[in-house]
């Protein structure tokens, strides 16, 4: 199973990213997926996740609003359009992949299977 991430970079307060996860390994459609990010000294926090059977996604509250995540399970794909960012914005962000069960899809633990990260820097 592997999950590459990319479309980071560094942007200006104000300004979008499109972040991508490429799943490889398993049915994206039997996975839930989540994005999650860490920023420097920080633990890893969740950002947003999308279930299997549902398109109805859940955000951390620093992020309503603003980002949107969506899944293109033909293409084996999972986005993060970030909009609006902040400098507090600024982490490593990784997608991630499993099965976990309602109460755990906000949590690092609930899922097994990890892209490498891509690094969001924004300035101010």
């Known amino acids: 199973v592997q999950l590459q991430a990319s479309g980071g970079g560094l942007v200006q307060a104000g300004g979008s990213l499109r972040l991508s996860c490429k799943v490889s390994?398993?049915?994206?459609?039997?996975?839930?997926m989540g994005w999650f990010r860490q920023a420097p000294g920080k633990e890893r926090e969740f950002v947003a996740v999308t279930r299997r059977n549902t398109n109805i996604p859940n955000y951390a509250d620093s992020v309503k609003g603003r980002f949107t995540i969506f899944r293109d399970n033909a293409k084996n794909m999972v986005y993060l359009q970030t909009n609006s960012l902040r400098p507090e914005d600024t982490a490593v962000y990784y997608c991630?992949?499993?099965?976990?069960?309602?109460?755990?899809?906000?949590?690092?633990?609930?899922?097994?299977?990890w892209g490498q990260g891509t690094q969001v820097t924004v300035s101010s």
């Open positions: 390994g398993v049915t994206l459609s039997q996975q839930v």
């Open positions: 991630a992949a499993g099965q976990p069960i309602l109460s755990y899809s906000q949590s690092t633990a609930g899922y097994r299977y």
